[in-house]
């Protein structure tokens, strides 16, 4: 068990720019999350993937973003056009069958910085 | 929209001290979650609770979660300098998106 990992951990873009994020959960965990972290704040949920459906979508997540998790293994976060108000910490999380879903295990982030 | 507040914002103590700290909601959460973040990384699970009453321990950490199942607090006897990170709630409302966090509770454990 190496965790969830997720790359990159820092990514610098200019205002505009694509960018995107990988999440590689605990193997065999079939639901995959993610949420959004600014400072002085606790994370904010994004989106959830149970295998390869993504199941539900935040409000926060507007049309800029998309999620995908093609094989039911690891998952990327695109951000079109990106805005300065985007900057945050991104975190995925991974829950596995059989334990409760709350029971989420978080990787370490990637750092996002819109200049 | 489910809401929890964490209380206190900031704590700092000298080691060797005890400590609680408060997560408060007016909904009811089938399960919650505490977890320890330091600068820089995610969130790491400590425990989840999902009985009304529920009492955990893990070393010097103790939880718990309301009867009510609409609050919790987690107690630290003895603290040490490690213990120092920010200390987030998370509850489960039994609906798909995901765990709703609180701020956290900022400590700092000085020597």
């Known amino acids: 068990d190496t965790g969830v990992s997720q790359n990159p951990r820092h990514k610098i873009t200019k205002r505009g720019q694509n960018v995107t994020f990988r999440c590689d959960p605990i193997s065999e965990h079939n639901r995959l999350y993610w949420y959004r972290q600014t400072l002085g704040q606790g994370p904010e949920f994004l989106t959830y993937f149970q295998n390869e459906a993504q199941l539900e979508k935040s409000r926060l997540l507007s049309d800029r973003f998309s999620a995908e998790r093609p094989k039911g293994s690891f998952s990327t976060l695109e951000i079109q056009r990106t805005e300065q108000g985007d900057s945050a910490m991104y975190l995925c999380?991974?829950?596995?069958?059989?334990?409760?879903?709350?029971?989420?295990?978080f990787g370490p982030g990637t750092r996002l910085t819109v200049t | 929209t489910q809401l929890l507040e964490q209380s206190p914002q900031f704590l700092s103590i000298q080691e060797g001290e005890n400590l609680t700290v408060y997560c408060n909601s007016s909904s009811v959460f089938s399960s919650l979650q505490w977890y320890r973040q330091e600068p820089g990384e995610g969130p790491v699970l400590l425990v989840t609770?999902?009985?009304?009453?529920e009492v955990k321990k893990l070393k010097r950490l103790t939880f718990q979660f309301g009867d009510a199942r609409k609050d919790s607090s987690l107690h630290i006897t003895a603290a040490q300098t490690g213990d120092t990170g920010l200390y987030l709630c998370?509850?489960?409302?039994?609906?798909?998106?995901?765990?709703?966090f609180g701020k956290g509770t900022h400590l700092i454990i000085q020597p």
């Open positions: 998370a509850g489960d409302g039994g609906g798909a998106d995901g765990l709703t």
């Open positions: 609770v999902v009985t009304g009453g």
């Open positions: 999380a991974s829950s596995a069958p059989g334990r409760p879903r709350s029971e989420q295990y």
